[in-house]
C-alpha cells in the first residue's frame, strides 16, 4: 500500500517503510495491519455457516445441528475478536475517518467482534428452554450473518478499487 493505511493516509510504520526500516514495534504494527486480510475470511466463513446450521437445525428439527451451529459460533467469534483488533492495526488507530467506508467498516467490525462475542458466552453458558434457543440464536445468527456479508463487502472494497467491485 506503499506508506499508507488503508484509507489512502500517509502513515509512518505502514506499507513499504513498515517493511524496510522504522522501529521494531512499527514495523510489528505494520505487519499486524498487514495480516488483518488473511485472518478474516476464518470468521466470516465460521460465523455464516453456524447461521446456516441453525437455520437447518430449526427446519429439521436436529439438535445436532445446532450444537455444531455453537460451536462454529464460538470459533467465529474468537475469530471476529483477531480480525477486529488486526484491522485497527491495519486502519491506523483513530476514532473517527475521513474516509466514511472506513469509518462504517471500522465501527461494524468492532461491534460485531463484541455482539458475536456476547452471543457466543450466552451460547455457552446459558441454558434455554429448546424453543427459544433456536428462535434467539436463529434471529441473533441471522442478524450478525447478514452485518458480517455487509462488513466483508465494505472490506472488500477497500482492496478491490470501491464500493462498486462486485458491480457484474
Do not use: K
Not at 470459533?75 to 491495519?90: R, T
Not at 467498516?105 to 458475536?116: E, P, S
Not at 450473518?145 to 478499487?161: C, D, E, I, K, T
Amino acid at each position: 500500500m506503499g506508506g499508507q493505511d488503508i484509507a489512502g493516509d500517509d502513515v509512518a510504520g505502514h506499507g513499504d517503510h513498515g517493511r524496510r526500516g522504522g522501529t521494531f514495534w512499527q514495523r510489528l504494527a505494520s505487519w499486524l495491519g498487514r495480516v488483518h486480510t488473511a485472518v478474516i475470511h476464518f470468521p466470516i466463513a465460521m460465523l455464516i455457516g453456524a447461521f446456516a446450521l441453525e437455520l437447518l437445525g430449526v427446519w429439521r428439527g436436529r439438535p445436532q445441528f445446532r450444537d455444531v451451529s455453537r460451536g462454529m459460533l464460538v470459533v467465529g467469534a474468537l475469530g471476529a475478536v483477531a480480525a477486529a483488533a488486526l484491522g485497527w492495526f491495519a486502519g491506523g488507530f483513530y476514532l473517527t475517518d475521513r474516509n466514511p467506508v472506513l469509518m462504517i467498516h471500522r465501527w461494524l467490525g468492532t461491534t460485531l467482534a463484541v455482539l458475536t462475542s456476547i452471543l457466543a458466552y450466552r451460547a455457552v453458558t446459558r441454558s434455554a428452554a429448546p424453543g427459544e434457543r433456536s428462535i434467539v440464536n436463529l434471529l441473533s445468527l441471522g442478524a450478525i450473518a447478514a452485518a458480517v456479508a455487509v462488513q466483508g463487502y465494505l472490506g472488500g472494497s477497500f482492496m478491490h478499487g470501491g464500493l462498486d467491485h462486485l458491480a457484474f
